[in-house]
């Protein structure tokens, strides 16, 4: 059975449909890196061993985010479908459009949700006990400021409340994060190593919490959640500074060059966040591009209900 909510870069999918052959597309349909960080061969020991907690992921996290007070997940979507377990029924907000699974993983624990746009977000906060964003947001690339973030996290926090961010696209620009070195009750980061780092297929993630949280989640994790190789992928990465620095620098020349060709092509302002660009054009006109752009074998990112596409960067 083929899940109810598609992810971009199903590219199998698009090539039975389009019957184009896998070789001759261009993929431009997710925000991953298209340059993962280049890992060495994986050691046979690293297979045979289960995964252990001493192994210098969680060191080398915390140097990486500037935190010690992090939770390895299996991808933050381990997490974004974990944490909804742990409130009792809430009034969750939920910015739209956003990454569809924080409504889906809210929405299957029994919360009331609430879609909101950005303007919605100051006059609807004293009616919610959530309010979950994702920052940049994908796919609208909008970025909220640190003070505004933390403003409305003060509120929350008065009442029991959550503000539960997603910065999934953030590593591109660390200063935007709301990790720092101490937690604040009731303020949640989600982090991914999928993106920035090209290693979406390692299923590695972090979650940024107080101890309440994270102990919370803890309990509702499998054993050996993130497995052995993800570990070790994830420890190489989060330690190459060197690596992290030259990425920061080619990512955002890449995405200057995407972004003046889209303005050019289609004319109209062209948002972007690092790894992808956002393309307004209404419903009608963005179907119908996304439809031909897969004839010829490029596979953008549709999203139909707010008329737009995502374009992600391509291998260089």
């Not at 950005?118 to 400021?145: K, M, Q």
């Not at 006109?285 to 549709?302: F, P, Q, W, Y």
Request: hydrophobic share 40%; with cysteine; aromatic share 8%.
């Amino acid at each position: 059975m083929r899940p109810t909510h598609q992810h971009g870069g199903q590219l199998k999918l698009a090539s039975e449909r389009y019957n184009i052959p896998l070789e001759n597309w261009v993929d431009l349909s997710t925000g991953i890196n298209p340059d993962s960080y280049p890992l060495p061969a994986v050691p046979t020991e690293i297979w045979q061993r289960l995964p252990e907690s001493n192994d210098g992921l969680e060191s080398a996290a915390a140097s990486y985010y500037g935190s010690s007070h992090l939770l390895p997940t299996a991808g933050s979507q381990e997490a974004i479908q974990r944490l909804p377990l742990l409130r009792e029924r809430s009034r969750v907000g939920i910015i739209n459009p956003a990454y569809h699974s924080h409504k889906q993983a809210w929405q299957a624990a029994g919360h009331e949700i609430f879609p909101l746009n950005n303007a919605d977000i100051e006059g609807s906060l004293s009616a919610l006990d959530v309010l979950v964003l994702v920052n940049p947001t994908n796919p609208t690339a909008h970025r909220y400021s640190l003070e505004q973030l933390l403003f409305w996290h003060q509120q929350l926090a008065q009442r029991g409340g959550w503000l539960v961010v997603d910065e999934a696209f953030m590593d591109l620009t660390p200063e935007g994060s709301l990790i720092a070195e101490k937690p604040r009750a009731g303020l949640i980061v989600l982090r991914s190593i999928g993106k920035f780092f090209g290693l979406a297929g390692i299923r590695l993630g972090f979650v940024w919490a107080d101890d309440t949280i994270l102990k919370g989640l803890i309990k509702l994790q499998d054993d050996w959640a993130v497995s052995n190789p993800a570990r070790w992928a994830g420890r190489l990465a989060l330690s190459d500074f060197r690596w992290q620095r030259d990425q920061r620098k080619k990512i955002p020349e890449s995405m200057a060059g995407l972004k003046i060709r889209l303005q050019a092509i289609y004319q109209c302002e062209v948002a972007e966040a690092g790894l992808f660009a956002y393309v307004p054009l209404g419903k009608e006109s963005a179907i119908e591009e996304h439809e031909r752009l897969c004839k010829t074998g490029v596979l953008t990112r549709l999203f139909a209900d707010a008329g737009a596409l995502r374009f992600g960067l391509e291998k260089r």
